[in-house]
Structure formats: C-alpha cells, structure tokens
C-alpha cells in the first residue's frame, strides 16, 4: 500500500503550506455586518414533509406529524430543520407550484399549526426554515389569475402576439396563453409554473418582451418577496431556503443584477429581522455568498465544473466508492478557493435531498460504507445538512410511480422508516393510499431499531454531532490541515483532532507529519492501526483521535 504525504493548512480565508492561518487572515471576506452566526454552528436537518410524518391516517405527511416527531430531532442534535413547501398548491410540482405563499395547504395544517411548530422546536433548541419559491407561481396563483385578465399587469413575463414570431411558433420556454389574455408567458420549469418577472439585465431587439430591473413590474414583485418573507419570520420562522436563487434576473451575464437583487433583499430582512438567515439553492458560494446569502450548498449542479465538488465525493466516480478510484482532492480545493474569498461557515454541503442528490445508500454505495462518509461530513469545516432518513442509511428506491410531477425524484422521497409497525410507522393509513409506498423491505432499517443497537449508524451520527457541539475545533471557524486527500483523507481539524476516512474496500495507508501521533486517544475508531508516523485504515473505515490524548 502506497503511503501519502502532502500536507497543506487551511486557515479562513487563505492557504499556506506549513503553518495555521487565523481567522482574519487577508483575503477573506469580512462578515457582513447584521449576518448571523448561528447558521455556522449549527447543523441542518432537511425533512420532506409529505413523506416525514403522517399525525391524522391521510398517507400524506403534515405539520403535527413533524411536531410528534421533534424528540427524535433533538436527540439526534440538530440545530435547525428546513422543510419543504408547505403552502396552498395544485401539487403540480410537489407544492413548488404555489397558489398563495402566505397560506398552508389543508393537507399539511394551519398557519396555527406552523406556529405550534415554531413553539415546540424552539423549547428544544431548533429553528425551522421554510422554502422560498421566489422565481414562479403556480398558474392557479390569484396573481397569474389576474394577469391573465389584464393585459397592464406586468408580474410575469408576457410576449405579445405582436411580439411572437410570425409563422405561430413559440420561443424557448415561452407557453401559450390559456386566455383571455393573448400572447404567451414564460415558463420557470414546468407549464404550470409561469416565471415571475424581475426584468432582464440586457435589452435584445429580437426579445422585445424584455424589460429591465427597475421597470415596474419587477420593482412592485421584489417588495412582494419582501412581504412574503417578512409574514413566516414574524411567525417565528428562522429563514429560507431560497429556491432557484440564481435564476430570478433573465440574461444576467456574471449574475450581477441577481446578485443586487438579493442584496437588497438581504439588507431589508437583516433590518426587520436581523437573526434570519437565507440559504441559497444555486451551487455557487464564491458567487452567492458575496451576493448577501448566508450560506449556500455544493450541488450536483453550477458552481465549480458543474456541481464536481458534490459530484466528485458522491456521485460521478466518487471518492466515497469502494472501488477507489476517486479523489477528495476537486472537493479539497474547491472549498479552498472558496473559503479564500468567503470565509468559512457559509458553504453547506449535503449528501442528498428531495431533488437530484441522491441517498448514500444508492444500489451501488452498501450500508457499510455510509459510516466513513459521516465521519467527514460531521468533521470537515461546512455546514452539514442532512436529509431526512440518512441517519438510519434508508434506501433509494427506484421503480416507483410519479407523484405530483416527481419525475423520477420520487426514489428519495419514500416514507421515513420509524419502526417495524404498520407503514414503518409512517402513517396509519392503508399501505395503498400512502403519499409513496414504503420500503417493502422486511429488513429496512428503523429509527427504534436502530436507536436500540448502539453500533447502529445512527448512535454513531448523533456521537458525531455531539461531538461538533463539544468541541469548537471541529466547527466551521477551526483550521483544517490536510495529511493526505488521497485514500485515506486525513485532515487536522483545530491543531487537535486528526481524522482519517478510507471509503474504499481495501485497507490505506498514509503518513501523518505529528509527533502527537503516538499518543492519539481514539474518539470513534473502526480499527485504525497506528505505526510510527503512519496510519492504516481498514477498508470503508474511519477515526477520530484526540492528539491531546
């Protein structure tokens, strides 16, 4: 087995081979006055609330479900859960086709229940963030209604049959009319999703539908997502996930009209509510971030080589895959890049969610390997955010039937597996009206069971959260110094715990420059063995020891 040796220190805002950077190292990014710091210290628990919890035998999750559930949450030791639309919909698009983002959807509760949540997260020390949908309605939305009936109203983008080619056809991503008004609007992503209109940053005389940034239209929609905000954080809720950030301006060369849009946004929210923070759904830090997000997430799409940061570790010959043929190295330096010009606490990272990440436990990645892949992304400086049901390895299915517009997504979305009861005690409904089908396999994993076997990946997810609580050199703002981004990663976290990951099968070896080394006192260990100033790591194994023994 070959043995590593490349060893670099990551401080916030820079790297230097050989020593620590602090914090106010030149070249970060300064924090924004007004930004708050919980967001770096926390981590995030995404939960699907259709499929999360079903509190009244509907088969479809709800809002008292997510409550009956808190206990489980705090346990775990999450800091904030992020749930999904919620509000009035056709369900088109799974409640992303929304027809009043201030209301709730009947089969999902009240507003009073959004409160009862609030209230009860809050008592055990969790925030709730809610989605928002900014770039589209449903076209049942009153706003879409009443566009259509006036030919003056600019909420959308509107071509005019004038405008419109003349042999009948219609441009990209542009759908005809249902009437009365004539023309066509443009679509955000699926027919039924007309783009709401925040301008164009370039005129084009081959598009003369395009109006810019400051028209009316745009204006009068950018203080109507004010208002929307400011109605959930006055209900207590703790900010958003903003959806489709990057595509709210239409041609907008370097995001720039983007990007001062959700500055301005930012700056009126920090105003009213100067503890919310906004999460961005567009895969770019370096960009997002410096926009006025809080954060932002690495996807499986935009950013850096189109989403290889995630995809490099999870999914397109990834380094968390048995065979051993990836690198953490497109990761590792993707966040360097990043943490150089933002600063750290504001790159949040996912291993899945309800769109195009997929679960760990994929058909190809097996349960034993999830562990090692949790060791990292509770001990790497980001914001973790976990999907719901990751913290037992539920499976991806694939094979199930299309549920309101999933389009495939649906294999991510399966009933969370609370035991071995009915339903995997989902819901009490009959198995044939659940809002997906369960897991049909006997052997699926559960929280009870797995809350009951102390080896299970779950005690060990909520030792590793504990463990981030415990200890400030394992949070966002602690340097890293990385032994070794081949097999096995291995990285200083704080000058004070080393961890190593090997998601392959076979065993790995690297060397590690610490005279600490020695006498490291095991924190979590799968069987590390250590010898001189090297380490061996067992196949899909893992370790983190405390150099301070």
């Given at each position: 087995m070959a043995i590593t040796r490349r060893s670099f220190v990551l401080g916030t805002g820079a790297a230097l081979a050989g020593a620590a950077l602090a914090p106010s190292a030149a070249g970060a990014a300064a924090p924004r006055p007004g930004r708050p710091s919980w967001l770096a210290d926390t981590v995030l628990y995404q939960l699907y609330p259709q499929s999360f919890a079903d509190s009244d035998?509907?088969?479809?999750?709800?809002?008292?479900?997510?409550?009956?559930?808190?206990?489980?949450?705090?346990?775990?030791?999450?800091?904030?859960?992020?749930?999904?639309?919620?509000?009035?919909?056709?369900?088109?698009?799974?409640?992303?086709?929304?027809?009043?983002?201030?209301?709730?959807?009947p089969r999902h509760g009240t507003e009073d229940d959004v409160v009862r949540l609030v209230d009860e997260a809050r008592r055990r020390g969790i925030r709730v963030?809610?989605?928002?949908?900014?770039?589209?309605?449903?076209?049942?939305?009153?706003?879409?209604?009443?566009?259509?009936?006036?030919?003056?109203?600019?909420?959308?983008?509107?071509?005019?049959?004038?405008?419109?080619?003349?042999?009948?056809?219609?441009?990209?991503d542009f759908v005809a009319s249902p009437g009365p008004r004539p023309g066509a609007f443009l679509k955000n992503y699926y027919d039924t999703q007309p783009a709401i209109n925040y301008g164009y940053a370039r005129m084009d005389p081959a598009e003369p539908w395009r109006q810019p940034v400051d028209a009316e239209g745009p204006r009068r929609n950018r203080d109507a997502?004010?208002?929307?905000?400011?109605?959930?954080?006055?209900?207590?809720?703790?900010?958003?996930?903003?959806?489709?950030?990057?595509?709210?301006?239409?041609?907008?060369?370097?995001?720039?009209?983007?990007?001062?849009?959700?500055?301005?946004?930012r700056e009126r929210v920090a105003r009213a509510h100067p503890d919310a923070v906004l999460i961005s759904e567009w895969g770019d830090p370096e960009v997002s971030v410096p926009a006025g997000f809080d954060a932002d997430f690495y996807l499986p799409v935009n950013g850096p080589g189109d989403g290889a940061p995630w995809k490099s570790l999870w999914h397109e010959n990834p380094f968390f895959g048995a065979e051993g043929t990836g690198t953490a190295k497109i990761f590792v330096d993707a966040w360097t890049l990043a943490t150089e010009r933002i600063?750290?606490?504001?790159?949040?990272?996912?291993?899945?969610?309800?769109?195009?990440?997929?679960?760990?436990?994929?058909?190809?990645?097996?349960?034993?390997?999830?562990p090692a892949a949790f060791a990292f992304l509770l001990t790497w400086p980001i914001v973790p955010a976990l999907y719901y049901g990751e913290e037992i390895g539920m499976r991806?299915?694939?094979?199930?039937?299309?549920?309101?517009?999933?389009?495939?997504?649906?294999?991510?979305?399966?009933?969370m597996q609370w035991d071995d009861g009915p339903n995997a005690g989902f819901s009490s409904a009959p198995s044939d009206q659940l809002y997906i089908p369960i897991d049909p396999d006997p052997g699926r994993p559960t929280v009870e069971r797995q809350r009951q076997d102390p080896g299970s990946l779950l005690h060990l997810v909520r030792r590793l959260l504990?463990?981030?609580?415990?200890?400030?050199?394992?949070?966002?703002?602690?340097?890293?110094?990385?032994?070794s981004d081949g097999y096995p990663l291995t990285y200083l976290r704080g000058d004070r715990f080393l961890v190593t990951v090997n998601p392959r099968r076979d065993p790995a070896t690297t060397a590690v420059d610490d005279d600490r080394l020695a006498g490291a006192k095991p924190v979590e260990d799968s069987g590390v063995r250590v010898e001189g100033d090297s380490l061996t790591v067992p196949g899909f194994g893992y370790a983190v020891l405390d150099l301070r023994g």
């Amino acid at each position: 087995m070959a043995i590593t040796r490349r060893s670099f220190v990551l401080g916030t805002g820079a790297a230097l081979a050989g020593a620590a950077l602090a914090p106010s190292a030149a070249g970060a990014a300064a924090p924004r006055p007004g930004r708050p710091s919980w967001l770096a210290d926390t981590v995030l628990y995404q939960l699907y609330p259709q499929s999360f919890a079903d509190s009244d035998g509907s088969g479809v999750g709800d809002l008292r479900g997510i409550v009956d559930r808190l206990d489980h949450l705090q346990w775990l030791g999450v800091g904030a859960i992020w749930v999904n639309p919620v509000f009035p919909s056709p369900l088109t698009d799974a409640g992303y086709d929304i027809t009043d983002h201030t209301g709730v959807h009947p089969r999902h509760g009240t507003e009073d229940d959004v409160v009862r949540l609030v209230d009860e997260a809050r008592r055990r020390g969790i925030r709730v963030l809610f989605d928002l949908v900014a770039g589209h309605t449903s076209d049942q939305h009153p706003w879409f209604l009443g566009s259509l009936r006036d030919d003056g109203d600019h909420r959308y983008v509107w071509a005019t049959p004038d405008q419109l080619p003349e042999d009948g056809s219609l441009p990209e991503d542009f759908v005809a009319s249902p009437g009365p008004r004539p023309g066509a609007f443009l679509k955000n992503y699926y027919d039924t999703q007309p783009a709401i209109n925040y301008g164009y940053a370039r005129m084009d005389p081959a598009e003369p539908w395009r109006q810019p940034v400051d028209a009316e239209g745009p204006r009068r929609n950018r203080d109507a997502i004010f208002e929307i905000l400011d109605h959930w954080l006055r209900l207590g809720i703790a900010g958003f996930r903003c959806d489709l950030a990057a595509t709210l301006v239409k041609d907008d060369p370097g995001w720039v009209e983007t990007g001062r849009l959700w500055g301005e946004l930012r700056e009126r929210v920090a105003r009213a509510h100067p503890d919310a923070v906004l999460i961005s759904e567009w895969g770019d830090p370096e960009v997002s971030v410096p926009a006025g997000f809080d954060a932002d997430f690495y996807l499986p799409v935009n950013g850096p080589g189109d989403g290889a940061p995630w995809k490099s570790l999870w999914h397109e010959n990834p380094f968390f895959g048995a065979e051993g043929t990836g690198t953490a190295k497109i990761f590792v330096d993707a966040w360097t890049l990043a943490t150089e010009r933002i600063g750290t606490g504001r790159i949040m990272l996912p291993t899945a969610n309800h769109d195009s990440a997929n679960r760990l436990n994929d058909g190809v990645r097996t349960p034993e390997e999830i562990p090692a892949a949790f060791a990292f992304l509770l001990t790497w400086p980001i914001v973790p955010a976990l999907y719901y049901g990751e913290e037992i390895g539920m499976r991806m299915l694939e094979g199930l039937p299309d549920v309101e517009g999933s389009a495939g997504r649906q294999r991510n979305r399966t009933p969370m597996q609370w035991d071995d009861g009915p339903n995997a005690g989902f819901s009490s409904a009959p198995s044939d009206q659940l809002y997906i089908p369960i897991d049909p396999d006997p052997g699926r994993p559960t929280v009870e069971r797995q809350r009951q076997d102390p080896g299970s990946l779950l005690h060990l997810v909520r030792r590793l959260l504990a463990l981030r609580r415990q200890h400030p050199e394992l949070g966002t703002d602690a340097e890293v110094r990385v032994f070794s981004d081949g097999y096995p990663l291995t990285y200083l976290r704080g000058d004070r715990f080393l961890v190593t990951v090997n998601p392959r099968r076979d065993p790995a070896t690297t060397a590690v420059d610490d005279d600490r080394l020695a006498g490291a006192k095991p924190v979590e260990d799968s069987g590390v063995r250590v010898e001189g100033d090297s380490l061996t790591v067992p196949g899909f194994g893992y370790a983190v020891l405390d150099l301070r023994g």
